[in-house]
């Protein structure tokens, strides 16, 4: 009986979600030296955390595939002081270029205990920034970053914490493990 393997990885800012197509040191090949994983679904390079990859393309199908609706959650924190205005539109689902997104969870929180990013991110002195966690159930291109500035408020840092049941836990950029599924 073939048991299905999945690395939970901890991508780092900056890198791609591939194994090839640009300098080694920017892509999943810089950090995961098993042969046979693919990711499942993406995280664009200016994004951080949590990446799944799965060696049994019926699992990673079942991941990626917006059909079957997976919960992704994402720690962002932007531009300004985010309204409860902004959140309600978040929880209510936004009308993006591409179409509306489905409801999200979306709530304010204090600011996260996360690693440092390299490189930071931009700071302006009269502008504060915010945290909001939002739970979304689909998978758009830049989504969530399309979403906050939506409704006005970019954002700056983006880092997914869970992928339906797997967590990012206490994995450190660039780090990952093997479980099975």
Request: charged share 25%.
């Amino acid at each position: 009986m073939f048991l299905s393997r999945i690395i939970l990885f901890n991508k780092p800012f900056g890198v791609l979600s591939q194994f090839t197509g640009a300098e080694q040191r920017y892509t999943l090949a810089a950090y995961i030296d098993k042969k046979g994983f693919y990711a499942a679904g993406r995280l664009d390079k200016d994004s951080e955390g949590l990446l799944l990859l799965a060696d049994d393309g019926k699992l990673q199908q079942r991941i990626s595939n917006p059909r079957h609706k997976t919960a992704k959650t994402y720690l962002a924190q932007v531009e300004g002081e985010i309204s409860d205005e902004a959140i309600a539109r978040l929880a209510a689902g936004v009308e993006l270029k591409d179409g509306p997104t489905l409801p999200a969870a979306a709530s304010r929180i204090e600011p996260p205990d996360l690693w440092q990013r390299d490189p930071p991110i931009r700071e302006r002195k009269h502008i504060p920034t915010s945290w909001l966690q939002l739970t979304i159930h689909e998978g758009k291109n830049r989504q969530v970053r399309r979403m906050t500035a939506a409704v006005g408020f970019p954002t700056l840092r983006l880092v997914r914490i869970s992928i339906g049941d797997w967590k990012l836990g206490d994995l450190t950029p660039g780090e990952w493990k093997l479980i099975e599924a």
